[in-house]
């Protein structure tokens, strides 16, 4: 089946394609599960696209990823391509993932963020998480606005400086 999969993956690298596959996978969790799994062990070019097959996937079925998470945390730093931890990143934004996570996926954001040989995409995504999880955890809030504004001050990227606004804003008014 997995290698149906892959065959579907590479049929075309288009947005096309990645809703055809992603409707394919519907809320089935089988199938959900050999898209991780091409992700981890694909050969190029499957793993990337794969990774934009998942945010279309759980765009639609947001719990599909939730089993997988600790799987992709332990192995995000060894990804072949920065689209693949761009579409982890983003995903995670997006969902309310367990709280024993958190620890984790907020050093890990912490270093995303703060290297700055990482692209733009992924130092958002990664600034949106650590918003995210300083909402559940309002001690987090002071030292994340110490954060957001040395980035602020330091940063030449303007999209990273435009979140940074965005979110220190929300920071200063709820907190």
Request: charged content about 25%; aromatic content about 8%; glycine content about 6%.
């Amino acid at each position: 089946m997995k290698k149906e999969l892959a065959k579907r993956i590479l049929a075309g690298n288009s947005r096309f394609n990645v809703d055809l596959v992603a409707a394919h996978i519907g809320s089935d969790e089988l199938l959900f599960g050999e898209l991780i799994e091409l992700i981890h062990n694909g050969e190029p070019p499957i793993p990337q696209r794969a990774a934009w097959i998942m945010t279309a996937a759980t765009d639609n079925y947001p719990w599909l990823i939730l089993p997988h998470l600790g799987h992709i945390l332990k192995n995000i730093n060894v990804y072949s391509h920065p689209g693949i931890i761009r579409c982890i990143l983003r995903q995670l934004s997006m969902i309310d993932f367990p709280e024993e996570l958190s620890g984790k996926i907020f050093d890990l954001c912490y270093n995303f963020l703060n290297d700055q040989k990482q692209p733009i995409a992924i130092r958002v995504h990664a600034m949106q998480i650590l918003y995210n999880i300083s909402e559940k955890e309002p001690d987090l809030k002071n030292e994340l606005i110490l954060i957001f504004e040395d980035l602020c001050a330091s940063e030449t990227s303007m999209g990273i400086k435009s979140r940074v606004r965005k979110l220190l804003g929300k920071l200063n008014k709820r907190y």
